[in-house]
């Protein structure tokens, strides 16, 4: 596919990086004459200098020919113009970030249908989203869904009193059905086999039916608890729809945002329903003490100083709250992060980059979800008729190292395999894989008479 993207900041970056990565002819256009540098120096991409709304920029950057174009800029209009002209050059595919809220609540009109835009991303609501999920799980670091909802994909670490410590996975309780498909262990992925050795502080990635897995949990000694207070660092445009996503929840939550700014605050605190909106520094320990924050179910960090959340979080860890969610902008800073005893790190470039990536793939790959610095994915793709790995057993296809199958779905019914398990034509496959073998894994399940 040629592909271009508006704008090299931290999404448009990770974008360029991953697909010129998969070998997709990627061309970037970029106002910064130090962003350009450092594509050059570190991208096999196509630079071209200008902005996204200049036609003949756009044509420089190969528009005629494009299939899809990212505008992924700071700027919201920048990113709308760019789609509406690249529409009109003949685009077939584009993706606009877009973060001012007033945009993406208009009642009277399709904004996506006016301006030709397919997919409109907005990185706040993306997070808050996926924080709202863990809202649901606290016992999770994480929580995605497969197949229309029917899949469940949960993140859980082994604490230093779980019954599968020094277990062999071959060896664990399977009277409902589900699969390991991924443990991250000391900053590397690794997928397992039946003989690994379950270690603490390992991070288990847990597949099963979504109508299961309270089971597979208790299966395995994870116990879920219900959050009934929460309390939010800053009123910013996350802190504000997790807010307004959470009040949604039934029965009603008590929630708190502490934001500094009281402008902002006064603002939101008039916007949401029944959320208690506070004005104060969320760093000082006193204020954090005497709001009882101790009581807090769930304590989320989503300031746009990662030096903040980071502190904050720590503070409420060691004042006693259960579970604790920090953003962190840097992926550098993210292993740091997870070793100082934080619950779960929410990267919002890399949740905004895995939700672009779906529109990103060939049409027989559903979805994609991004997992931390390793750059592992799950893959939601059908199995064409054809394919190398069709009508055959699992234990007898030839799986690149790295990837392992969670689950399938066939005629709407969900099966959790095993290495018997025969793939047929069709079927829905969740695809757990290490990048470096995504290339091998669609090879083995798309019909290779197609081009990819």
């Given at each position: 596919m040629k592909i271009i993207i508006i704008g090299a900041g931290k999404v448009g970056f990770s974008m360029a990086q991953l697909l010129s990565g998969e070998n997709h002819d990627v061309v970037v256009v970029e106002q910064s004459p130090e962003r350009?540098?450092?594509?050059?120096?570190?991208?096999?991409?196509?630079?071209?200098?200008?902005s996204g709304s200049s036609t003949s920029v756009l044509e420089s950057a190969g528009v005629h020919t494009a299939d899809m174009l990212l505008a992924v800029t700071e700027f919201d209009e920048l990113n709308m113009v760019a789609c509406l002209l690249a529409k009109k050059y003949g685009v077939k595919t584009t993706v606009a970030r877009v973060r001012n809220p007033e945009y993406l609540e208009v009642k009277d009109f399709s904004l996506n249908n006016i301006m030709g835009i397919d997919l409109i991303i907005n990185p706040e609501r993306v997070t808050a989203q996926e924080i709202a999920e863990i809202a649901k799980h606290p016992e999770a670091l994480n929580v995605d869904y497969y197949a229309d909802g029917k899949v469940q994909l949960m993140e859980l670490e082994l604490k230093d009193d779980s019954p599968l410590l020094k277990k062999r996975i071959k060896d664990l309780k399977t009277s409902v059905p589900y699969n390991i498909v991924s443990i991250a262990r000391k900053h590397r992925m690794l997928v397992p086999s039946g003989d690994d050795v379950l270690q603490v502080g390992d991070h288990i990635h847990l597949m099963a039916r979504t109508a299961d897995m309270r089971e597979v949990e208790k299966?395995?000694?994870?116990?879920?608890?219900?959050?009934?207070?929460?309390?939010?660092?800053?009123?910013?445009?996350?802190?504000?729809?997790?807010?307004?996503?959470?009040?949604?929840?039934?029965?009603a939550m008590s929630i708190k945002i502490i934001e500094r700014d009281i402008t902002r605050a006064r603002q939101i605190s008039e916007k949401l329903g029944?959320?208690?909106?506070?004005?104060?520094?969320?760093?000082?320990?006193?204020?954090?003490?005497?709001?009882?924050?101790v009581s807090s179910d769930l304590f989320v960090a989503v300031t746009d100083d990662d030096k903040i959340n980071l502190l904050c979080s720590l503070i409420a860890r060691n004042l006693g709250v259960r579970k604790t969610v920090c953003q962190v902008k840097r992926t550098d800073v993210m292993p740091l992060a997870e070793q100082i005893g934080i619950d779960t790190i929410l990267s919002p470039r890399l949740l905004t980059a895995g939700a672009i990536l779906k529109y990103m793939r060939v049409g027989d790959i559903i979805s994609v979800t991004l997992f931390g610095e390793e750059r592992a994915e799950m893959l939601e793709l059908l199995a064409q008729p054809?394919?190398?790995?069709?009508?055959?057993?699992?234990?007898?296809?030839?799986?690149?190292?790295?990837?392992?199958?969670?689950?399938?779905?066939?005629?709407?019914?969900v099966i959790i395999p095993n290495g018997s398990f025969i793939i047929q034509p069709n079927d829905r496959l969740m695809v757990f894989s290490l990048l470096k073998s995504i290339h091998k894994i669609e090879q083995l399940f798309l019909n290779g008479s197609k081009k990819h």
């Open positions: 350009q540098q450092i594509l050059e120096e570190t991208l096999d991409v196509q630079v071209v200098s200008g299966l395995l000694g994870f116990y879920s608890r219900k959050v009934e207070n929460v309390t939010i660092l800053g009123g910013g445009r996350t802190g504000y729809y997790l807010a307004q996503i959470l009040e949604q929840n039934k029965p029944h959320t208690l909106v506070i004005h104060g520094d969320g760093s000082d320990y006193q204020l954090l003490e005497e709001e009882n924050i054809g394919a190398t790995a069709v009508n055959k057993e699992i234990q007898h296809i030839k799986f690149p190292s790295g990837s392992v199958i969670g689950a399938v779905v066939r005629e709407n019914q």
